[in-house]
């Protein structure tokens, strides 16, 4: 409880020590970025010490922490307030001080409560929670940047790991162990995005009404991190045994399910019938939504996570991590497109359009959002460059200089956001391997739909809404979009023949049950006509958002007053010029969302997976943080001027569909955290290892008070309970999870040879043999546990010429003398 206060106040002083500076940084926004100042100041003090530990300029301790501190609060009192005084930043929270304190109430409520949900769950077990935990105890214990990699001797973390830097810095400044920092991250994570996204709506919605709309905006982080997608209303459905016929031997048949064909769906419910499913972890089914059969019907599992599945699960992975700061990227590109940083760039050879303070701000938090999810950068780097250029055509009109401006400025601003955190991308190595066809795998319409379906209804209301508030031009929005589709079909097409003959391309048609490319290609073609709704839906959105979005080549007031000839009595009238920028921004978020859904009909990144699952993941993801606050948005809009029997049937509509949304938290949370029956409550996700290991537990005690060195103990797969001395004290294990180490270095080069070594080491009865390997990863502990004796035929009578430093039952430790 105290370290959960302690995080708190951490955080809330950073804010309001950083809020001076958004002040002065965010004049277009009509909330000058208070409900972001938080995840401002954590990057921007982050990136400071990062900097400095990895420059040699400081250490990863108090000392470091400090210093950082003090001098980013200092900079950000005096410059936000070096003009004005501080009388303007404290005259505008006396005049919004609603609005602040439902900031400040929203994020204790989203802090404190995914927090006590943990308490009742908190243990990090299964999927990659060890993994996660291994990198925050490994930053604890790095006196220096990179941290070390805690499962690979001798390296390192290769891994975009600036999130747990984050969590470290504030877990040792409120002297927080690894264990509880884990739970404590991911609840402050699921606060900084509530409040994110708040802000976030509010500014959309001030700016569009020119009035506040605190309570409204709330929908903003009900739509992103609360609403679900529809599986949780099927498995509802599912369970109360809607649509099966149930024989009297018992047997039961069901059509639509059958149709449905999904996992677990397709089987009978258990009887007797009743409202929650029973089927263990039911809600990991959520997300699994889409399935991917071949050409033989071979299943392939894709993931398609959303944000109340991340935090159900509690996963402390990059992509959950970055949101905050996603958000913040969202809010500085709004910015921009509003007018913000009115300025401009002289280059040698070219002018970027924005002054230098806005320019230097947007790289620093783009590129700590490469460094936290690197999968981030180029999604949020096109909406920050899409809104500026969009916000010069409504200025300037059309023509091909807009074209060249957006080049420059993605490329340079690219460029500066990866060489201000260059120090990472030389310790950085990747599984990633260039671009992918997807031939084979089209998505079908059934399963978007239950993926997107709580976001599609009031995004297409929305594109319906807008008809006479502003123009469109359909034929240039849909021919663009066509082209576009129909070129990255072309290219997977065209790839796949150029890959036909290559060893991947052989394999690839052999397991098609294939004889040739064309075979493949003819039989993939028709199955995209037979999976064609998918497609259509994603065409019809992007399509109707790049309508409108094509008609700004005119300026706004022209287009407001083309639109008054066509506004209908269902609806309010024509956008003013003003009121026209925050649906266009709305509309430059659905549009690169549904690119980023569409891409993997066609292509994916290759990886150690070999398939589109893990391209559908990161770009699904993206894109539900994008639709979730254009969809909040749009329920809005409608709710408050549809009008007539339209308004009435579309508010009716998206009651319904978000009722159906509701299902899946409604019945999940509970299921996730023990009905919240749970005896003792505890954050510590390492507390587990006392109950089901209590030596092995008294053994991390004692290693996480030694010197620092590397440790050996037993290796064996992923997802599992090896590498657990190096997990929980920090030390460095000479090999972890092997599989894990392959995708985050894309080789085995670096631990090829450990795992064989470290059999011969349990095993061998040779001190001498034992002693070169030691040596040779400069091990200084030696774990012998249970879990060592059952993988290993442990031959311990040679470790009698090691010191034996520790004993807790079962388990011994160690400490390996000089070896000459």
Known sequence: MLNLIFWYILVSLLGLLTFPLAYRLLPALPDRGYALSRALGLLLWGFLFWQAVSLGLARNDLGGLFATWLAFGVF?????????????VWGWLKAHWGYTLLVEALFLLAFAGLAFARANAPEALGTEKPMELAFINAVLRSETFPPNDPWLA????????????????????????GGVAFNLMISLVFGLSAIGAYGILYNLLAVYRKSSAHFQALLGPFFLLIISNLEGFLELVHRRGLGWTFAADGSASGTFWAWLDMKDLSLPPTLPLGWTPERFWWWWRAARV??????THAFTEVIDEFPFF???LADLHPHVLAMPFGLLSLALAFHLYLGGWQGEINLRWFKLPLAPRGFVVLAVTLGGLAFLNTWDLPVFLALTGLGLILQRVQRLGWNWKRLEELVAFGATLGLAAILLYFPFYISFSSQAGGVLPNIVFATRGTYLWIMFGSLFVPLFLFLWQLRGKITSNLRLGFSLILGLTLGLWLFSLTLGVLLANTPVGQQFITSQGATGILEVLTAATQRRFQFFGGLLTLLLLIGGAAAYLAATRLTVADAALQATDTVSSDQAGPASEEQAGPLLFSLLMILLGGL????????????GFGNRMNTVFKFYYQAWMLWSLAAAFAFVIIFSEARRFWGWLARIVL?????????????????????????????????????????DAAAVEFLREQPFGVVA????????????????????????????EWQWRGSDQAYAGRENDLRHLYETPSW???????KRYNVRYVVLGNLERHTYAVNETKFENAVEVFRAGSTVIYLVPDIP
């Open 76 to 88: 950000s009192v005096w410059w936000g307030t070096k003009e004005t005084g501080s009388r303007p």
């Open 154 to 177: 001798g390296y390192g973390i290769s891994y975009y790991y600036f999130g747990y830097v984050l969590t470290g810095m504030i877990a040792k400044l409120t002297a927080t162990s």
């Open 290 to 295: 889409l399935h991917d059969y071949d050409l």
């Open 310 to 312: 991340s935090y159900l």
């Open 596 to 607: 980023l859904v569409l891409a993997p009909e066609f292509v994916f990144l290759r990886d």
């Open 655 to 695: 009651l319904l569909v978000v009722g159906m949304g509701l299902a899946y938290p409604i019945l999940s949370l509970p299921n996730r955290a023990n009905d919240f029956k749970t005896q003792f409550r505890t954050l510590d996700a390492g507390a587990y290892l006392a109950l089901y290991s209590p030596d």
């Open 713 to 740: 103990e037993a290796v064996g797969g992923s997802y599992s309970e090896y590498a657990r001395m190096a997990t929980h004290s920090g030390l460095q294990s000479v090999l972890g999870w092997a599989w894990h």
């Open 768 to 774: 001498v043999d034992a002693a070169e390997i030691l």
